[in-house]
């Protein structure tokens, strides 16, 4: 099992800590006006910049692991298609006919070598070429080129599929967004990995207020008092930021029997629970021996779906093997659930005007940077890297 300096850095500086009997701590308490939380316009301007114009992980590559593989998605306000072609590459459109914009493909997930508008059957190819036009007569003038799918960026990068849900005039530049976190992300090989499970809820709270539940741990022994809190050191947690993305490394009690191992025989993933927060609102959780791969989305100032897989190593073969898998499923399913209760009565406590800010501690170090870097974005400092016109050339 290799180790990253980044990762020998995390393990020494919670030895030090636990040592010391200190945490990660950053330089004062940060208010965040509670506004944030319900405010219509606030929530439109967070969905027009960071769900339309950031990555958003839409799935893992096995959903459309083979050419005519498809699967659709409306979680983001837009409808999204997204298809392998039969030349193996991966695309997405906007889900919408280009003669009256119906919805093009209705089902969930399937295959397909064409995708017939169910109105009038415009036909488009898995490249989002409009194909075939019934009567074509009376459209004198069209010009079929010009009425593909509409396309949006897409990548695949560690196993997973990344969408950008608006069209870009400038070709973004993926590997340098995510290039802080590419090294781990890529020793996970999740694109050998398999969805175990997948789930969706639709909750009664502001987006942020779910994401703010990832970005600290001082939570963990109090709101997961009889589940998670016994799995890992009480508020030893390490974040490391990269502007946008944070790295979340929250120590299991274990780590502690490292101090009389050498540095040379360390290793990362037994001792951590990482959640990796990739900007607006992506996350990969690395657990000891699998990963939860979730997406917070606003669909309103007070409501947010979020997704999840469950991504193993391989398929269970045993029932051993199942059972393992079906504990570690229905254990999540109750901490990620412990959150959401607690959220959703912050939602409703918006309307008492008991607080006008929150506070941000200062070990509570995920919400700073989230806050910093969602405020970034908002005001424009923070886009998405682009690839100069002059190297594509
Ligand atoms: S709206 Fe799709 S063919 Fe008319
Ligand atoms: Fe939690």
């Given at each position: 099992?290799t180790?990253?300096?980044?990762?020998?850095?995390?393990?020494?500086?919670?030895?030090?800590?636990?040592?010391?009997?200190?945490?990660?701590?950053?330089?004062?308490?940060?208010?965040?006006?509670?506004s944030?939380?319900f405010?219509?316009?606030?929530?439109?301007?967070?969905t027009?910049t960071?769900?339309?114009?950031?990555p958003?992980?839409?799935?893992?590559?096995?959903?459309?692991?083979?050419?005519?593989?498809?699967?659709?998605n409306?979680?983001?306000?837009?409808?999204?298609l997204?298809?392998?072609?039969?030349?193996?590459?991966?695309?997405?459109?906007?889900?919408?006919?280009?003669?009256r914009?119906?919805?093009?493909?209705?089902?969930?997930?399937?295959?397909?070598?064409?995708?017939?508008?169910?109105?009038?059957?415009?036909?488009?190819?898995?490249?989002?070429?409009l194909?075939?036009?019934?009567?074509?007569?009376?459209?004198?003038?069209?010009?079929?080129s010009?009425?593909?799918?509409?396309?949006?960026?897409?990548?695949?990068?560690?196993g997973?599929?990344?969408?950008?849900?608006?069209?870009?005039?400038?070709?973004?530049?993926?590997?340098?967004?995510?290039?802080?976190?590419?090294?781990?992300?890529?020793?996970?090989?999740?694109?050998?990995?398999?969805?175990?499970r997948?789930w969706?809820?639709?909750?009664?709270?502001?987006?942020?207020?779910?994401?703010?539940?990832?970005?600290?741990?001082?939570?963990?022994?109090?709101a997961?008092?009889?589940?998670a809190?016994?799995?890992?050191?009480?508020?030893?947690?390490?974040?490391?930021?990269?502007?946008?993305?944070?790295?979340?490394?929250?120590?299991?009690?274990?780590?502690?029997?490292?101090?009389?191992v050498p540095?040379?025989?360390?290793?990362?993933?037994?001792?951590?629970?990482?959640?990796?927060?990739?900007?607006?609102?992506?996350?990969?959780?690395?657990?000891?021996?699998?990963v939860?791969?979730?997406?917070?989305?606003?669909t309103?100032?007070?409501?947010?779906?979020?997704?999840?897989?469950?991504?193993?190593?391989?398929?269970?073969r045993?029932?051993?093997?199942?059972?393992y898998?079906?504990?570690?499923?229905?254990?999540?399913?109750?901490?990620?659930?412990?959150?959401?209760?607690?959220?959703?009565?912050?939602?409703?406590?918006?309307?008492?005007?008991?607080?006008?800010?929150?506070?941000?501690?200062?070990?509570?170090?995920?919400?700073?940077?989230?806050?910093?870097?969602i405020?970034?974005?908002l005001?424009?400092?923070?886009?998405?890297?682009?690839?100069?016109?002059?190297?594509?050339?």
């Open positions: 099992m180790i990253t300096q980044e990762e020998r850095g995390i393990i020494q500086r919670v030895l030090d800590h636990a040592e010391a009997g200190t945490t990660d701590m950053l330089d004062g308490v940060m208010t965040h006006p509670v944030n939380y405010d219509p316009d606030r929530v439109k301007a967070e027009e960071l769900f339309r114009t950031f958003i992980i839409m799935g893992h590559v096995s959903q459309v692991a083979e050419p005519g593989d498809y699967f659709t409306d979680d983001l306000g837009v409808p999204l997204i298809t392998r072609t039969q030349a193996g590459d991966i695309r997405a459109f906007y889900n919408v006919c280009r003669h914009g119906a919805r093009v493909e209705d089902k969930p997930c399937g295959k397909a070598r064409t995708f017939s508008c169910p109105y009038h059957a415009w036909t488009y190819g898995l490249d989002g070429k194909r075939g036009v019934p009567q074509q007569f009376g459209f004198e003038g069209l010009d079929k010009k009425h593909g799918l509409v396309e949006l960026p897409v990548f695949e990068r560690f997973l599929i990344w969408v950008v849900p608006s069209p870009q005039e400038d070709e973004i530049d993926i590997d340098v967004w995510l290039a802080p976190m590419a090294e781990q992300l890529q020793g996970l090989s999740l694109d050998t990995h398999v969805i175990y997948t969706s809820l639709n909750r009664n709270m502001n987006w942020r207020i779910a994401l703010e539940g990832f970005q600290e741990s001082y939570h963990f022994c109090y997961h008092a009889k589940t809190c016994h799995a890992y050191l009480d508020n030893q947690s390490v974040h490391l930021s990269y502007g946008a993305h944070v790295r979340h490394a929250v120590p299991l009690p274990k780590i502690l029997d490292l101090k009389d540095a040379e025989d360390w290793t990362y993933r037994p001792y951590f629970l990482t959640q990796n927060y990739l900007f607006p609102a992506n996350f990969a959780q690395v657990q000891t021996d699998h939860y791969i979730h997406t917070i989305i606003p309103g100032p007070d409501t947010c779906i979020f997704n999840c897989m469950m991504l193993i190593p391989e398929e269970p045993t029932e051993k093997a199942e059972r898998w079906a504990k570690n499923y229905d254990l999540i399913r109750i901490v990620f659930d412990e959150d959401f209760v607690i959220g959703e009565g912050i939602q409703k406590g918006f309307a008492t005007g008991a607080n006008t800010e929150f506070l941000f501690g200062s070990f509570e170090c995920g919400l700073q940077y989230g806050r910093r870097a405020d970034a974005a005001a424009g400092e923070l886009t998405v890297p682009v690839k100069s016109k002059m190297a594509a050339e």
